[in-house]
T-cell receptor, first 116, second 113 residues
Framework: DTGVSQDPRHKITKRGQNVTFRCDPISEHNRLYWYRQTLGQGPEFLTYFQNEAQLEKSRLLSDRFSAERPKGSFSTLEIQRTEQGDSAMYLC??????????????FGNGTRLTVT | GENVEQHPSTLSVQEGDSAVIKCTYSDSASNYFPWYKQELGKRPQLIIDIRSNVGEKKDQRIAVTLNKTAKHFSLHITETQPEDSAVYFCAAKRRGSQGNLIFGKGTKLSVKP
């Protein structure tokens, strides 16, 4: 399967700990997105990268959250000092976009975070 | 900002019947409207999308219609099968906002054999 891959699939952590998730997009895709999904809700946009540049961040992305895409390929999402409200599925997606066009987002299977 | 409302939240149909899910959006600048299917524990998968320069698009048993004036779009599934059972999400994106795909809250479709 050459789709978007995310690691780990599940993460259980204690409140106050830091966690880091990884996303490997489809190789030829230039855009990478992070979304968060809680039970019974649609995915909520967090941030997105065009190659290595982080171009947009949601107000949901507090200063405890940081995302990087250092070489324009894989990306990491770090949450510092986790809180119980951070428990959710964190979804990564990628797309290949040209200027002015909207291309479909391809999602990974997500990382399910549980903060105890 | 954009707001996407989706109805109904749950839908139960008999196998072979049609299913219709409706969404409304608030931002008249939105011009891209995808639909995703998410099975339990799996990733959202794109099933069909429509851009604002067309009013309808079909792909086998699935069709999407868009009414820009009323700012609503709908998913139609005909001849439903048990494997169509899943949660379906609509979404909308503004021109120029490359990342900010806004999703509805989802519709849980159950197809009874």
């Amino acid at each position: 399967d050459t789709g978007v891959s995310q690691d780990p699939r599940h993460k259980i952590t204690k409140r106050g700990q830091n966690v880091t998730f990884r996303c490997d997009p489809i190789s030829e895709h230039n855009r990478l997105y992070w979304y968060r999904q809680t039970l019974g809700q649609g995915p909520e946009f967090l941030t997105y990268f065009q190659n290595e540049a982080q171009l947009e961040k949601s107000r949901l992305l507090s200063d405890r959250f940081s995302a990087e895409r250092p070489k324009g390929s894989f990306s990491t999402l770090e949450i510092q000092r986790t809180e119980q409200g951070d428990s959710a599925m964190y979804l990564c997606a990628s797309s290949f976009d040209t200027i002015g066009d909207n291309s479909p987002l391809h999602f990974g299977n997500g990382t399910r975070l549980t903060v105890t | 900002g954009e707001n996407v409302e989706q109805h109904p939240s749950t839908l139960s149909v008999q196998e072979g019947d049609s299913a219709v899910i409706k969404c409304t959006y608030s931002d008249s600048a939105s011009n891209y409207f995808p639909w995703y299917k998410q099975e339990l524990g799996k990733r959202p998968q794109l099933i069909i999308d429509i851009r604002s320069n067309v009013g309808e698009k079909k792909d086998q048993r699935i069709a999407v219609t868009l009414n820009k004036t009323a700012k609503h779009f709908s998913l139609h599934i005909t001849e439903t099968q048990p494997e169509d059972s899943a949660v379906y999400f609509c979404a909308a994106k503004r021109r120029g906002s490359q990342g900010n795909l806004i999703f509805g809250k989802g519709t849980k479709l159950s197809v009874k054999p």
